[in-house]
């Protein structure tokens, strides 16, 4: 099964909040490093540089966010957070959006990611230990960091057919639910 990634904009940003609010207590304080309240999470998602910095997010087949990946890419090295919904967890989306994420990380030239995130954040350190991350704990904490290559002709490429293959998917999810509930009606 193809894990669709589709890159969000200011047009998302209703998505977005809802995504991160439906995490519970102990999501947030995995996902942001403290418990955040909602209207926390909404100023957080209020924030957000986009254009600067890149999102990504997974669908479910009723067009929710199920998964995102902020890249906070205005900088390097840039910073990766990552959450997906516990009902969407085990499937690899996680790592799909990591993946995802870096790719598009090498195409601006960016040279060094990092994540951070508490020490006892088994599931963003499994994603940072399998690709390759450094890893290096303090008081708690974890900082994961990847030095990336230069992006190719063949990552730009790549990149231009996730960006058709999330068109599809999200056609596909549209026209299954009906016009009506696909687009707000």
């Known amino acids: 099964m193809t894990i669709a990634v589709h890159e969000l904009g200011v047009q998302h940003i209703p998505l977005l909040k809802e995504h991160f609010t439906a995490l519970e207590t102990d999501d947030r304080r995995l996902r942001f490093g403290i418990a955040l309240k909602d209207e926390q999470i909404e100023a957080y998602v209020d924030r957000i540089r986009f254009g600067e910095d890149v999102v990504f997010g997974v669908y479910s087949n009723d067009l929710r966010l199920i998964a995102v990946a902020h890249l906070a890419s205005r900088c390097d090295p840039a910073e ?3 959450s997906v919904l516990p009902e969407a967890r085990g499937g690899g989306i996680g790592t799909v959006l990591f993946q995802r994420a870096v790719m598009r990380a090498r195409n601006l030239r960016i040279t060094e990611i990092f994540m951070h995130c508490l020490a006892h954040n088994s599931t963003v350190l499994h994603i ?3 690709a390759g991350m450094r890893v290096v ?3 708690g904490e974890a900082d994961a960091w990847l030095v990336l290559p230069p992006g190719t ?7 231009l057919v996730q960006d058709q293959v999330a068109m599809l998917d999200w056609a596909l999810k549209a026209a299954l639910l009906g016009p ?3 687009f707000g009606g």
């Open 128 to 130: 940072a230990r399998k």
């Open 180 to 182: 009506r509930t696909a």
């Open 153 to 159: 002709p063949m990552t730009h490429g790549e990149e």
């Open 80 to 82: 990766l957070g990552l």
């Open 137 to 139: 704990y303090n008081a």
